[in-house]
Each structure stands twice: as C-alpha cells, then as structure tokens.
C-alpha cells in the first residue's frame, strides 16, 4: 500500500484536480491512501474568519461567502450539472455550520484555540470530500474516509500531539476492513479524547500523510506539491538551486529544521521510524524525478560532501554570562527548561569553554517572552549579581551546511567559513553538532542571502564564478573595456570560469549613473551614456550601491582621476592606503601600469627586486611635465622598495 499527499497547491483549482486524478488513473493497481491539504489559501482564510469575528468585525462573512463560491465553483467544473446538487447542498451545509461557529465568536468576542481549530478542519474537510467524489466519478473505486476517527491526540488546540498507540489501532483496523482501492482522506486533523476536532500544526497534512503510512507499514509516501524536490537552498534566495535527487532521513531533517519549507519538519520521523522512503514530487511536472528521502546510503564515497544549505531568518541570541560558578548544569538546566515551558523553540546552543556563557539562538518573534521568563527565573543570582541579566543580540540569521559525508571528508568547515570571510560576511557564534551533518553558523541579517549564494557557488556550482562588476568613471578607455568584456564573455566562461556582470556603471564627468542588480545589458547602457540619459549622482554613490547590493564576489573598479592619487602622490598617503587595505579591510590592493610601449613596469621591477637586485636610479622622461612637477622622484625610489 502507499500513501500519497496532495498539498494546497496542487488542489487549488479545478484544473489541479483533474491533474491528479490523471495522475492516480496511471498508477499501477493497488491500495492507495490519498492525503489532501485545503485548496490553497482557505486555511489562512478560515483563520482570518475566526479573527474578524472575534474582534467584532463583520467582514468574516464576506469571507466565507468567498469560500463558498470557490468551493461552488470548484463543483461547477468538476462535476456533470445532473451530479453538482447534492454537492452544492454538502458544502452549505457545513457552510451554515462555519457561519455558526463564526456567528457565536462574534456574540462572545473570543476566539478559543479549540474554535480555531474547529474553524480550521473546513478546509480540509471539503477538499477531501469533494476529491473522493471527483475520483470515483473518474472510475476509480474510491471513497471519503474523515481522519477524525483515525488520528486521535491529546488537547493541545493547534498543534495537537498525536497518541501513537491508539492512532495505530484505528488506523489498522480500518484499512484491514476497507476493500475500496483509493481512500481519500483530509490531512491536518485529528480528534482528542473527548471527540474534539484537533490540528497537527500548519503544514501538518504532510504529518498526517506519515502516520498513515507508519501505522500501516507502507511501501512509499509521495509527498506531491509544487516544487521538483528538496532543493540544494531555497530557489527565492539562490537562483542556481537545484533539486536534491536523495537524501537520507537526518540530513533531510536538518534541512527542514533549518528553514526548507518542501516537508512539513515532525513528517520524517515516523517514515524513517518503519524505513518507508518518501518521495517528494512536482504535481505540476510529474515527470521530473524529485527528492528521494531514505535509509542513508552507506557507500558514501562518491557523495558530495554538503547535501544542501539552509537558513533561518530573524534570529536572535540570548547570552547568559554566570560570573560565579555555583552549579553550571542547574544553570543550564534552568535555562532550557523555562524556554521549553514557554514552548520556545531553541535553534542554536553553544557554551564556552570555561562554562561561563551559554548562548542560545531563538526566533526574534520570541524574545520579548524569553527576556522576561528567564531574567524572572534567574531573578535572585542577578540580584546577587552572580549571573548578569541577559544579553540579547538582534538582526541575526543563521545559515547551515548540511551533509551526511561531511564527517568523511576533510575541509568543508574550513572552506565554509574562509569563503564567506573572502565575502566580508562576519561570523558571529557557530556550531557543528557530533555527528557532522550540520555545521551551522550565525551570521548578521543583513548578509543572508549573499551567505547562501556565497555558499552555494562554494559547495555546487562547479562553474563558472559569478563576479559582480563596479565600474566607477566609464571614460574613452573604459568603454573599450566594457567593449571586450562584452566581446570576451565567452572567453571568460570557457576559459577562467568566470561570469562576469556588470551591476553599476558611472560616468563622473556627466554624473549619468545606471544600476541594475541582476546585471546591466551594455548596448542599451552605452546608447544611455550617449545620451546623457541617467540619474545624476555624487561621486561616491556608486560605491554606496556596492555595499547596499552587498552581492558576493563583487569588484569596484575605480577610473577616477582621484585614483591616481592613490600610487602617485604622497608616499606617506600611499602607505596609509596600503595598510588600511591588506590590515584592517583585509582586501588584497593591486595596481598596474605601463611605460613606453606598454611595458608592465611594475610587475618587472617587482620581480627584479624579489630575486634580490637593488634599484640604484630610475631615469624619466617628462612629456608633460607641468601637470606632474609635484611628484618627486625619491617617493617613486621608495614605492618600489616597498
Ligand atoms: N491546510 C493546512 C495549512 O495550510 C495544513 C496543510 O496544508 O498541510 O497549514
């Protein structure tokens, strides 16, 4: 038997559900367990229903009049006209049941989470209800079963946790008696002792579709939704990911721990539990192989090492820094178990050595709540000062490598954190937990997706190398430098790995100044220039946008005439230059110039002086000697020595 789970938006529209059922009629013969989400967007909206109402607000019934239409029209064209009554009945009926619901929120302005999630289970409910029809009105044997009475949980309203042992009975029992080969069935609900409607959490139909398929010992779990897989990061934030073809349980787990939203995070623990492999599908392009999750695969050599990146925003870190050891563990004890009462979600842990500070990284939505329980618990040893009140960092996210054959190879670490430090991305607190399948560093917010692009192109992109062009003062010479950029791309591509893109181009004479952060196209750029078509700009703008786009592998090529000044005035001035570069901005300082008929004379002196020659003279022939009398030869005499 499998089990198969359609999300939101694969049943979103009629179309969508003709699609599955295209899809179920070219299955093989067997027992099938179809898993639906709520057609896409109806839960937000049932939530909002509730929320109206509970505030007084009687734009809930707008709403739900929405949903009845979307669903009416959904049976529109779905269904034959002679089958849409009944149907159309179903849905007003339950409809008058929401509006009730929602009638009496309204009366009493409050809004329970047990309400909520009665109010919820709609969606779930007409979506399986109205697919079950649509199948067996397809020819398939199929019927509605409620997941009410198979998943039973405790009374936690909203994100219910499920009671195993009872769940599995019921489960069994059932599909041992069921003869009909497609069982349709709504994902995100359960029900508590008392007969309650429950919810698993959102995203929970994923869960609902594990249970079912753990209790009766499937042989696959599709999760069909609208993606192609897990992806190596997220597709909004790093263009170049690309589906994950397998991955084992854990580190598909740590993925989804860390922020990837394809899987639903407690699905995997039940599959992995039994070894059911699960397999993450794209509804809208089955053809495409998708995420293979699974036993992890012991012949690991050949594996990369990093399996995919992952990353969450807005985090903060909480630091406790005790300043007199009584009892570190009570301390630490403490700590986690008042952030666990107030089901606050710890991310990221490290401790220092000397046990003095214990760091924890939390969701930023929480700090308020965490601030005062934990100043509260350890109100007393502050008091004392013994513990100094808690200190917190804001602006933070957190980004990890994640891999199973990380532990097997030497260097990941090493190039994860020297390639986001050749990006000027500043690391804040990092850990690597012992088993090595995640190495996960905290970093600012700002430098997010920079990390997981910089990362990224690190760990999968063989080639080529993205490199973002500045180009500050596009005179005469420099337009024949865009010129053979333009003509050399290929030659960059093929040859040095390198894809150059032009982000930002200024002409300081015209002050005409074009930025694109996808890259700039030269030939209708250049007709601007022309034209003098462009903002007008200070001098340094350019160099703001640099920083603003913070994109990696970024150069800033300055053709100003205050360029000069840098290797040709002042040696002192030079100097000061030389060691703000190489010390404090850790940015390599390369210059180059010609004599006579483009002699690289630089680079040749350098090399004379790096196998030990010694310049005794230069002699200079002055063309123009009234715009340069201010330069001294004995500055020039030292700027080789050095
Ligand atoms: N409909 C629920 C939600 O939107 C559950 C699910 O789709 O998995 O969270």
Request: proline share 3%; net charge positive; with cysteine.
């Amino acid at each position: 038997m499998q089990v198969l789970k359609f999300g939101g938006s694969s049943v979103a529209h009629s179309d969508s559900i003709k699609r599955i059922c295209s899809l179920l009629e070219k299955k093989p013969k067997g027992k099938y367990a179809i898993v639906v989400s709520a057609l896409g967007n109806i839960t937000d909206q049932l939530i909002q229903c509730g929320q109206l109402a509970s505030e007084r607000n009687n734009v809930y019934k707008n709403i739900i009049e929405k949903i009845k239409i979307r669903h009416f029209h959904i049976i529109r064209e779905l269904f034959p006209i002679y089958y849409q009554s009944n149907l159309i009945s179903w849905i007003k009926k339950n409809i008058n049941d929401l509006e009730s619901l929602c009638n009496g929120i309204f009366q009493v302005k409050e809004l329970s989470k047990r309400t909520l999630d009665k109010i919820m289970s709609f969606g779930e409910l007409f979506s399986s209800f109205l697919i079950a029809k649509k199948l067996k009105k397809s020819g398939l044997n199929a019927i509605f079963k409620d997941s009410r009475d198979l998943i039973i949980t405790d009374s936690k309203f909203g994100c219910a946790k499920v009671d195993f042992i009872k769940s599995n009975h019921h489960i069994l029992q059932f599909f041992r008696k069921e003869k009909s080969e497609y069982v349709v069935l709504p994902g995100f609900i359960g029900s508590n002792f008392q007969n309650q409607t429950t919810t698993l959490g959102r995203g929970g139909s994923d869960y609902t579709a594990a249970i079912l398929a753990s209790a009766i010992s499937a042989s696959l779990l599709e999760i069909w939704t609208d993606v192609s897989g897990m992806m190596t990061a997220n597709p909004k934030m790093v263009h170049q990911a690309f589906p994950i073809k397998e991955i084992s349980y854990e580190e598909a787990m740590e993925l989804s721990h860390f922020g990837a939203k394809v899987i639903y995070p407690p699905t995997i623990k039940p599959a992995m539990k039994k070894n059911i492999p699960i397999k993450i599908k794209n509804t809208f392009y089955p053809i495409d192989p998708g995420t293979l999750i699974h036993i992890s695969n012991k012949k690991t050599k050949n594996r990369q090492p990093v399996t995919g990146i992952s990353g969450i925003q807005n985090l903060a870190l909480l630091t406790l820094k005790i300043r007199l050891i009584i009892c570190i563990s009570m301390y630490s004890k403490r700590l986690f178990k008042v952030l666990s009462r107030e089901k606050i979600n710890v991310i990221f842990i490290t401790q220092n050595s000397s046990e003095n500070f214990i760091t924890t990284g939390i969701h930023e939505m929480d700090i308020i709540k965490a601030k005062k329980v934990i100043n509260s618990e350890f109100s007393q040893e502050i008091y004392q000062k013994y513990i100094d009140p808690l200190k917190i960092e804001y602006d933070l996210c957190i980004i990890a490598l994640v891999g199973y054959n990380m532990k097997n190879i030497h260097g990941p670490s090493g190039k994860m954190f020297s390639s986001l430090g050749k990006n000027r991305i500043k690391v804040r607190a990092i850990s690597q937990g012992p088993t090595e399948k995640n190495i996960s560093a905290v970093i600012q917010k700002k430098d997010f997706k920079k990390a997981l692009n910089t990362l990224h192109e690190t760990f999968f992109e063989k080639n080529p190398k993205q490199i973002n062009l500045f180009i500050c003062r596009v005179g005469k010479v420099e337009n024949k430098l865009l010129e053979k950029i333009d003509q050399k791309k290929n030659y960059f591509l093929e040859k040095l790995k390198l894809k150059m893109r032009i982000i930002g181009l200024s002409n300081n004479i015209q002050r005409i100044y074009f930025d694109n952060k996808n890259g700039i196209h030269l030939s209708p750029c250049k007709s601007n220039f022309m034209n003098k078509k462009g903002l007008k700009m200070k001098i340094y703008s350019l160099m703001e946008k640099k920083w603003k786009f913070n994109l990696r592998n970024s150069l800033f090529l300055d053709n100003t005439a205050i360029e000069k000044i840098t290797g040709s005035s002042d040696y002192n001035h030079y100097q000061k230059l030389k060691t703000i570069s190489s010390y404090l901005l850790k940015y390599p300082f390369l210059f180059k110039t010609n004599v006579g008929v483009y002699i690289p004379v630089i680079s040749t002196i350098n090399d004379l002086i790096n196998i030990g020659d010694k310049i005794k003279k230069i002699d200079v022939i002055f063309l123009n000697s009234e715009k340069i009398k201010n330069i001294s030869m004995s500055n020039h005499y030292d700027y080789f020595q050095n």
